[in-house]
């Protein structure tokens, strides 16, 4: 029996599909769900999100929100979800350099860095979610 | 009588309006549809948080979050949405008219925050307290937009400021209806559970108050963000009948132009053929 999994964000429906599998970043470490899981609702750190559906593997970048999983199906809230193919790294890597600009500059005034801090996690979530999808490609399973 | 220049020139004006009142017509048009579009696309997450937070609720009490709870009689906040542009028929006035008298008819202390500027000069001539004023968030709000928004509300509230924060905004019911409306925003009011599975029969990771204190703060975000995106397809939708209300005028005002300026122009034909006509008798 396959799992149905929706992955949600303020803004979109970022994937709806009947699944074999799920791997998701849990804020108490990683969390593998398959079909049949006893109900549950935890928060979810930032971190890949990976979707198996027969031999593919689909790798997502979420950061923050939780998992539920009814009996019926799974959802995963989140503030932001890429898919790993869909991610700009030329533009995630410039984040970076901005975010380590900003840390580097605002360190010596005492200025509030929690927003940079924030940006450059989610840009090198983003660099390493991208570049494992490249070096591997669209993973296939025997 | 108006001359016949005169009213070439009215005709030409009146033209030049209803260029101008229908390419707004058709920008808000588009942009309508693009509001629309934002509204259910977020509505998969609100009913997912909004589910999870009833499943929460169900397991804990008001004791257990100081953003459950009832609210006492206290300060209130309103958070009071509006555009920043005009022209958008009655889409400001109503929803102005609708605070004013929520706040007239409100006892003790209050402040508002004021998102788009219609909204705040508004408030500022009645002399409301303005808590704090944000931009309307432009044609394409995004959910990073209204966090700080989020995050300003809920401290307000935590640090004992107001003990009840509500929403003002329109609510999109179709094309030619929108309608004010004021909800509660702070403490939450879950749903019912009765959706799903009952609560008590999850499992709750790291525990249930640890899932609630995330949750809250994306619950608020998600609700100031569900109503940034009403308000802007209502003002949008009500700009688009206004001008379109307006470019049917113009049309209506060129036709009558038009048919007294054929008659002045048939008027004064005949007075002169008359007096050419008297001027050869005479002879």
Redesign the interface.
């Known amino acids: 029996m396959p799992l149905k999994l929706?992955i949600?964000?303020?803004?979109?429906?970022a994937y709806r599909d009947e699944v074999d599998a799920v791997t998701l970043p849990?804020?108490?470490g990683e969390l593998g769900v398959l079909p049949h899981h006893?109900?549950?609702?935890?928060?979810l750190g930032a971190g890949e999100l990976r979707v198996r559906k027969g031999d593919t593997v689909e790798l997502f970048a979420v950061i923050?929100?939780?998992l539920?999983v009814?009996?019926?199906r799974v959802?995963v809230?989140a503030?932001t979800a890429d898919l790993a193919s869909d991610i700009d790294l030329e533009r995630a890597q410039a984040a970076r350099r901005e975010a380590e600009r900003a840390l580097e500059s605002g360190y010596h005034e005492g200025a509030d860095l929690s927003a940079a801090r924030a940006a450059l996690q989610v840009a090198l979530l983003r660099i390493r979610v991208a570049e494992r999808r490249h070096r591997e490609g669209p993973r296939r399973r025997g | 009588m108006a001359s016949l220049r005169d009213l070439r020139r009215r005709i030409r004006d009146v033209g030049k309006i209803k260029q101008i009142t229908r390419a707004m017509q058709f920008v808000a048009a588009s942009k309508l549809k693009r509001a629309q579009d934002?509204t259910l696309?977020?509505r998969?997450?609100?009913e997912?948080?909004d589910?999870?937070l009833a499943?929460?609720a169900a397991v804990l009490s008001g004791e257990d979050h100081p953003l459950l709870g009832t609210p006492e009689k206290g300060k209130r906040l309103i958070v009071l949405f509006t555009s920043d542009r005009g022209l958008a028929g009655p889409f400001n006035t109503n929803t102005i008219r609708f605070v004013a008298r929520a706040i007239t008819e409100h006892q003790g202390d209050l402040a508002v925050v004021a998102v788009g500027r219609k909204g705040r000069d508004a408030l500022r001539r009645a002399r409301v307290p303005i808590e704090a004023y944000f931009d309307g968030f432009g044609d394409r709000p995004?959910?990073a937009d209204v966090v700080p928004l989020a995050r300003l509300v809920t401290d307000d509230y935590r640090s004992g400021g107001y003990e009840r924060i509500d929403l003002v905004y329109s609510q999109f019911v179709s094309t030619l209806v929108q309608r004010p409306a004021l909800e509660q925003l702070l403490p939450v009011k879950p749903s019912e559970d009765t959706k799903?599975?009952p609560g008590n029969?999850?499992?709750?990771?790291?525990s249930p108050s640890?899932?609630l204190e995330?949750?809250l703060p994306?619950y608020v975000?998600?609700r100031l963000?569900q109503a940034v995106l009403e308000s802007k397809a209502s003002e949008e939708s009500s700009r688009m009948v206004a001008m379109r209300n307006a470019t049917d005028n113009a049309d209506d005002l060129i036709d009558d132009y038009t048919l007294e300026y054929n008659k002045v122009r048939q008027t004064s034909i005949t007075r002169e053929m008359i007096e050419i006509a008297t001027g050869a008798q005479a002879r």
């Open positions: 929706e949600v964000t303020p803004e979109r429906m849990g804020s108490e006893a109900p549950l609702i935890t928060t923050g929100g939780f539920q009814r009996p019926d959802i809230m503030e | 934002a696309n977020a998969p997450y609100a997912a948080i589910e999870v499943d929460v995004s959910f799903g599975i029969q999850f499992i709750f990771e790291p640890a899932v995330q949750l994306r975000a998600q963000f």
